[in-house]
């Protein structure tokens, strides 16, 4: 068992401490919502006052925040960075996504400290966290990575060491950018289908059996009634929003720009993304872009 402190409730980082807490572990939590809060300490977790607090005596510090601006104030900030309060025997993972550049900022200023740090965003969305099936990407040592990773097994089913501080923001990036693109590209595919009149269900099992196979047809597909239990079936709530998902696919173009690497459809796929988005649709599942493609059919 672990003393760990979880700082980031949210859709994920509420779930992810539960799981904790389930497993054994001493869980103390901090959230700026006192709900998520209290639903935590209903669970088993103990409350903290303050970031502060939750890193007393904490053999990790995890947190789970939307964004690189967030993490660098709760670890860096002059007067209220934890980098004051931290200890060189506890190990900071931050499962935020967030840019690699302030991760690496992050980690290097603890490091420079003596405090251990890795950088491990998630894949596998808030039906993940609830099952604990999630997949971390982790950026850091070997000695950490093997340090963390029995912590990560009791939140995830999938633990992979991409390489040091900022690899695993930059492997999470790359994935979800072509995550968009499979989405994105499946939605217009199976319209096209609908378009000439194929049955979605027809043309689904089809591509599942043929070389467009790919993900979001086994296992998210977009089309509503075509599979159960996924967003698209459920007026695309629940899932990963179309806003995260657009943040995230701002983070790869910020990322391909500085490496002068070529990314014309995820360029695309940002721009789709964003204007779905700021036609009302931020706050749904980011497969609700199929809506993009069918919008002329609902409209008449």
Known sequence: MANIGF???????????????????????????????????????????????VVNDADVVISMLPAG???????????????HTLNDKTLVVDSSTIDAATAQKVGDALVQKGIGFVDAPVSGGVGGALAGTL????????????????????????????????????????????????????????????????????????MLQSSGRNWTLELYNPCPNVMPN???????????????????????????????????????????FSMHSMQGNGSRDFSSIFEMFSQRKTEK
């Open 135 to 206: 997949t971390f990407i982790v950026g850091g040592s070997a000695e950490q990575f093997k340090r963390v990773e029995p912590i990560l097994q009791n939140m995830g089913k999938n633990i992979f060491h991409a390489g040091d501080v900022g690899a695993g923001q930059i492997a999470k990036i790359c994935n979800n950018m072509l995550l968009s693109v499979l989405m994105a590209g499946t939605s217009e595919a199976l319209q096209m289908a609908i378009d000439n009149g194929l049955d979605p269900k027809v043309m689904s099992d089809i």
């Open 7 to 53: 700082i980031g409730l949210g859709n994920m980082g509420g779930p992810m401490a539960a799981n904790l807490v389930e497993a054994g572990h001493l869980v103390r939590v901090f959230d700026l919502s006192s709900d998520a809060v209290n639903s935590l300490v209903e669970k088993g977790a103990v409350a903290a006052k303050n970031a502060a607090e």
């Open 230 to 272: 996924v967003p698209s079936s459920n007026g695309y709530q629940g899932g990963f929003m179309v806003d995260l998902m657009r943040k995230d696919l701002g983070l790869a173009l910020d990322t391909a720009l500085k490496s002068q690497s070529a990314t014309p459809m995820g360029a695309l796929a940002q721009s789709l």
């Open 69 to 83: 601006k967030h993490v660098e104030a709760l670890y860096l900030d002059e007067q209220n960075g934890l980098i």
